[in-house]
Nanobody, 122 residues
Framework: VQLQASGGGSVQAGGSLRLSCAAS????????MGWFRQTPGKDREFVAA????????YYTDSVKDRFTISRDAAKNTVYLRMSSLQPEDTAVYYC????????????????WGQGTQVTVSS
């Protein structure tokens, strides 16, 4: 599976962005599709995930009630709607997919897209 992420950009604090991740290839029903983010000098951290078959969602605490992950099975695409963005959300965002056990663990994910930069100014 190949993933193509898009939708990053620069916004002011309080603004919104929607990231998209289009997959080519088969996403298996039990796979997770997730978003991670990374800033210079820090580890890549979990942001949100969705179980492909059930659409059950998972979020890290810092983005709950601000970010929404969703999927369009017909388009083989996952979205991350980000609202009330803050400067601390500035990072390169990566989409990923895989069939591991934990939605928040990097080891769950077998395939990764290229990153897309999100910059939030105060």
């Amino acid at each position: 599976v190949q993933l193509q992420a898009s939708g990053g950009g620069s916004v002011q604090a309080g603004g919104s962005l929607r990231l998209s991740c289009a997959a080519s290839g088969t996403i298996y029903s039990n796979d997770f599709m997730g978003w991670f983010r990374q800033t210079p000098g820090k580890d890549r951290e979990f942001v949100a995930a969705i179980r492909w078959r059930s659409s059950r969602t998972y979020y890290t605490d810092s983005v709950k009630d601000r970010f929404t992950i969703s999927r369009d099975a017909a388009k083989n695409t996952v979205y991350l709607r980000m609202s009330s963005l803050q400067p601390e959300d500035t990072a390169v965002y990566y989409c990923a997919g895989g069939g591991g056990e934990r939605p928040d663990a990097r080891a769950t994910y077998d395939y990764w897209g290229q990153g897309t930069q999100v910059t939030v100014s105060s």
